[in-house]
């Protein structure tokens, strides 16, 4: 089995669902943290990617059980927040 969360340092890993390539549990949320060194990309490519639809056919209810969300910590400085 596959764990559901960790942190990552190495300069590169792979992430996979729980019980990957069979379904994992219900209402199970996993985090992850990736850690770079300072001034480094991390660049996050997928092989596979699906997501279970929200079962009433309306748009609004698209990915409302799988979903992805990628994000970084806040900036502790105003030059660090420039993209």
């Known amino acids: 089995m ?3 969360g960790g942190v990552f340092t190495d300069s590169t890993g792979e992430l996979l669902s729980p019980y990957w390539p069979d379904s ?3 209402s199970k949320t996993c985090y992850y943290m ?3 060194p300072e001034n ?5 490519t997928f092989d596979s990617f699906g997501v279970e ?3 009433d056919g309306e748009e609004d209810s698209a990915c409302q059980y799988d979903y992805l969300i ?3 910590p806040p900036c ?5 927040v420039s993209q």
């Open 2 to 4: 596959t764990a559901c």
């Open 34 to 36: 990736i850690n770079a």
């Open 70 to 72: 990628v994000s970084r």
């Open 53 to 55: 639809s929200g079962g």
């Open 40 to 44: 480094q990309v991390i660049k996050v």
């Open 24 to 26: 994992y549990p219900h």
């Open 76 to 80: 502790h400085s105003a030059a660090a």
